[in-house]
């Protein structure tokens, strides 16, 4: 199984708008990566948050980590369509050795 | 700045045909991976390696070999391809100074293979 889960597993919502999504893992982690895939692309880092930090900024996107809930969530400002994609985080397991990937949400901004 | 690239990016083969997807990356970075992606799976590691001729298997590695001579390489062959490992197939780069895990990894565009 999955270590990350998205939620929700699509999103449709209107362009400026806040988009929220979340994720939830099983194991400890020593840091929790969101990334977005456009249509047909490979997928393009956003975010790192380490275990010991609790919120993240970058321009319009926001990261939060609860490792006592095992959770993050990624929200993204007055979103515009070119914001359009698939969000996955990913998660490095402590001790572990390969970042795991949850199966997405799929975040579609209306015009 | 050439970054990561794949090749082919589309290929159609047949069941037992033996299928070679290339990897390389311009940054010298120390790490690569091989994903699949497939609906309702996200991304799925296949192998990855740490150095040149360092590789090790991932979660899904059955079916498929890996090689990497050179840091800036990293080949994926499927010996003998089944229809089951039609997918679009992912190659990743990262620094990782920290270890496996700590680090951005960076993507090619990708290769969707069909296996008929």
């Known amino acids: 199984s999955q270590q990350g889960e998205e939620d929700p597993q699509a999103l449709s919502i209107q362009e400026g708008e806040n988009a929220t999504m979340n994720c939830s893992y099983k194991?400890?982690?020593?840091?929790l990566q969101w990334y977005r895939q456009n249509s047909g692309r490979g997928l393009v880092h956003l975010i790192l948050i380490r275990s010991n930090e609790r919120e993240k900024h970058s321009g319009r996107l926001r990261v939060t980590l609860d490792t006592s809930k095992k959770s993050s969530s990624l929200l993204i400002t007055a979103s515009r369509a070119a914001d359009t994609a698939s969000y996955f985080c990913?998660?490095?397991?402590?001790?572990?050795?390969?970042?795991?990937f949850g199966a997405g949400t799929r975040l579609f901004v209306k015009a | 700045d050439a970054g990561i690239t794949q090749s082919p990016r589309y290929k159609i083969t047949e069941t037992g045909r033996q299928v070679t997807l290339m990897c390389h990356q311009t940054?010298?970075?120390?790490?690569m991976f091989w994903y699949r992606q497939d609906l309702g799976h996200g991304l799925r590691l296949i192998y990855y390696?740490?150095?040149?001729?360092?590789?090790d298997k991932g979660e899904v590695p059955d079916g498929y070999v890996v090689s990497r001579s050179k840091t800036e390489n990293f080949p994926l062959t499927l010996e003998s391809a089944t229809r089951s490992q039609t997918s679009v197939y992912f190659c990743?780069?990262?620094?990782?100074?920290?270890?496996?895990?700590?680090?951005?990894?960076?993507f090619g565009p990708g290769t969707r293979l069909t296996v008929l």
């Open positions: 940054w010298s970075h120390s790490y």
């Open positions: 194991t400890s982690i020593n840091n």
């Open positions: 990913a998660t490095a397991p402590f001790g572990g050795f390969k970042t795991i």
């Open positions: 990743a780069s990262s620094d990782e100074r920290g270890g496996p895990g700590t680090d951005t990894q960076y």
């Open positions: 390696s740490a150095a040149a001729d360092i590789t």
